[in-house]
């Protein structure tokens, strides 16, 4: 075991990765662990320290534009549109990669996926160092995202040293990716940049159809985010339910014929960013109470109410009743 500490000490965080360390990082999406992307042993320590499986790449984290160029083949236009608008900011852009980028980091691949985190210390953080960091959500694999720091100490507490603390992630769910495939431009992940806010700078994109169990991004496996208590997403129906045992997480609506314990109302006023700032730490909360289920309405599917959506159909139980890994 290791000793865990949070705080806001750069030049600590900054000693401990250019050792080859992990160091829990925030940003403005969820918290990421942190190792240096040019280095495969550090890289490799991630995948370890996640329980993640190798198949499933990294994203490479850069202080600006600039920097993670030199990580990447070239920045097209649509990508250059992009990057102008909405780094820093929830975008992350999968394009060819330089051979600087180890193996272990985009699993084999030939293209790389690199991200501008908005967070001042982070930032700061990415600005002092001579490389990037590889930065997968700073929780076990399969399991819900952190969006504060004490989400990371209560899972990954002993196994890493530092958390460097940021505070609340404000957006709260993680980046869109986005790529070019035969020449079209398509989302791979739904997050927190919306499929409007994309198609409102460079034109209609495409969207995978459906979350599988063999996605070509592997943030499109279907098990992921998931809750340790079986989570149920759809049209919630009040009557035939035993209120004691039951969680609900809704959008606006309370339901009077639940403890108002076992209720997260995201957002009474229908803000579906705030929603989606909460969304893991309710599931969370939910999660640690003990109900035998959890009900998630399914959110309007429009703006960040399709991410909010495509996590929580990605950690529902399926009906047939196989349990969730992952
Ligand atoms: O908001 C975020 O993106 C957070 C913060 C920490 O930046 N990171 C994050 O990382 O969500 P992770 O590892 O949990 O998800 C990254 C996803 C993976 O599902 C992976 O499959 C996809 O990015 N990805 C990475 N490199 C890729 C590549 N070369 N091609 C396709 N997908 C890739
Ligand atoms: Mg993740």
Known sequence: ?????????????????????????????????????LDPDAALH??????????????????????????VQSFPEWAKTLSDKFWPGPLTLVLPKRQIIPDIVTSGLDTVAVR???NPLTHELLSQLEFPLAAPSA???????????QHVMDQLGGKISYILNGGE???GIESTIVTEL???????????????????????VTLNAEPTDTGHSPGSLKHHYATKTPLLHGSIDINNLDSTTTGIL???????????????????????????????AAMRHLDS??????????FPNVGLGRAINDRLSRAATRLSGTTIEG
Do not use: W
Request: charged share 25%.
């Open 1 to 37: 075991m290791i000793q865990t500490a949070i705080g806001k000490d750069i030049a600590k965080a900054r000693a401990l990765l250019e050792r080859g360390l992990l160091v829990a990082i925030p940003t403005e999406t969820v918290y990421g662990l942190a190792a240096n992307a």
């Open 46 to 71: 991630i995948f370890e320290v996640k329980g993640r499986p190798k198949f499933d790449p990294l994203i490479v984290h850069g202080a600006d534009r600039e920097r993670v160029a030199e990580f």
């Open 116 to 118: 501008v985190p908005l």
């Open 139 to 149: 929780n076990p694999f399969g399991y819900v995202s952190p969006t504060s720091p």
């Open 169 to 171: 992630c404000s957006v």
């Open 182 to 204: 035969e020449g079209k431009i398509h989302i791979l992940r739904l997050g927190g940049l919306s499929v409007e806010e994309i198609e409102s700078v460079i034109g209609p």
């Open 250 to 280: 809704s959008f606006q609506t309370r339901y009077a014929e639940i403890p108002l314990e076992h209720q997260v109302v995201l957002s009474p006023e229908g803000d579906l960013r705030k929603a989606s700032k909460y969304l893991f």
């Open 289 to 298: 109470l003990g109900l035998k289920v959890l009900l998630a309405e399914a």
